[in-house]
């Protein structure tokens, strides 16, 4: 069974910066496009960025500059490091694994971040 397991989320003030983390029960690590999407009150979910496993890397245009997303092949993990925050990047933050071969796609639980003095 294929887990998704984020954490890092929190509040912060803005300017600050957060980094999430995401935990992946994958059989084949190498066989996913990892990435992080975003749903904020109201809205549909977005794309933020994502990472194949070669490291080719893929970001909202909202993001660039400030969001990097990163993973480590050996412990089957994603992470995003988000600087220079917002408060319109509030929102619950999904880590997800797209199975390059069928599409296939699983999603995490969420995390919230919050980005408000």
């Known amino acids: 069974q294929v887990q998704l397991v984020e954490s890092g989320g929190g509040l912060v003030q803005p300017g600050g910066s957060l980094r999430l983390s995401c935990a992946a029960s994958?059989?084949?690590?190498?066989?996913?496009?990892m990435g992080w999407y975003r749903q904020a009150p109201g809205e549909q979910r977005e794309l933020v960025a994502t990472?194949?496993?070669?490291?080719?890397?893929n970001y909202a245009d909202s993001v660039k500059g400030r969001f990097t997303v990163s993973r480590d092949n050996a412990k089957n993990t994603v992470s995003l490091q988000m600087n220079s925050l917002k408060p319109e990047d509030t929102a619950v933050y999904y880590c997800?694994?797209?199975?390059?071969?069928?599409?296939?796609?699983?999603w995490g639980q969420g995390t919230q971040v919050t980005v408000s003095s």
């Open positions: 997800n694994a797209e199975k390059i071969t069928t599409g296939r796609r699983y």
């Open positions: 994958l059989t084949i690590f190498s066989l996913y496009r």
């Open positions: 990472i194949t496993s070669g490291g080719s890397t």
